[in-house]
């Protein structure tokens, strides 16, 4: 059974980087699929972050493509999530999936974690 | 790519059936045939009960069924229970490797 969990930082400064890591269980990252990133403000709809494969190939949502990394480490069966000068509207509940690629949706997904960014 | 349109609320009584749409344009629903649904129960994360506009992944009851017209896709939900209480959100490809979600409608059971 698959299962993914998010862990990272919960509270981020204005202006600083957001991290966060997508720990991948039973299932090999290199085994294929895509594997994404998506984020819920409170009260708010879903948005999809990006997404990358084994193999490094990512692709990422037009509106944030500027501020975010997304990087595979198959070693550790993990991908993570980098978004450069954040502010307080990024202040959501990161998910991490798992992406079928071509078909394009997202099963299973992590319980995700609440980041906030204040001073 | 704009997000897709959703009503914010939908309700019915135990037993009834509620439609919930979900409107994008013809660069998204209206071209590709990858429409998803995602019920979210509260606190909790996403789940998957609609994939590719009408398949529904094993485990998911049989009352809970997708289609697409044009440019809309819409999620029917027949013999409402009180556990169909949620939060059902939809997606879909827009092409050239992005995905775009809707805001989200609320369903109430009375």
């Known amino acids: 059974q698959v299962q993914l969990q998010e862990s990272g930082p919960g509270l981020v400064k204005p202006a600083e980087t957001l991290s966060l890591t997508c720990t991948v269980s039973g299932y090999s990252i290199s085994s294929g699929f895509y594997w994404g990133w998506i984020r819920q403000p409170q009260g708010k709809g879903l948005e999809w972050i990006g997404s990358?494969?084994?193999?490094?190939?990512?692709h990422y949502s037009p509106s944030l493509k500027s501020r975010v990394t997304i990087s595979v480490d198959t070693s550790k069966n993990r991908f993570s999530l980098e978004l450069k000068s954040v502010t307080a509207d990024d202040t959501a509940v990161y998910f991490c999936a798992r992406v079928y690629p071509v078909l394009q949706y997202f099963d299973p997904w992590g319980q995700g974690i609440v980041v906030t960014v204040s001073s | 790519q704009s997000a897709l349109t959703q009503p914010p609320s939908a309700s019915g009584s135990p037993g009834q059936s509620v439609t919930i749409s979900c409107t994008g344009s013809r660069g998204d629903i209206g071209t590709y045939n990858f429409v998803s649904w995602y019920q979210q129960h509260a606190g909790k994360a996403p789940k998957l009960i609609i994939h590719e506009v009408t398949e529904r992944p094993s485990g998911v009851p049989d009352r809970f069924s997708g289609s697409k017209s044009g440019n809309t896709a819409s999620l029917t939900v027949s013999g409402l229970q009180a556990e169909d209480e949620a939060v059902y959100h939809c997606?879909?490809?827009?092409?050239?490797?992005?995905?775009?979600f809707g805001g989200g409608t609320r369903l109430t059971v009375l």
């Open positions: 990358i494969y084994h193999s490094g190939s990512v």
């Open positions: 997606s879909a490809y827009a092409g050239r490797d992005i995905v775009i």
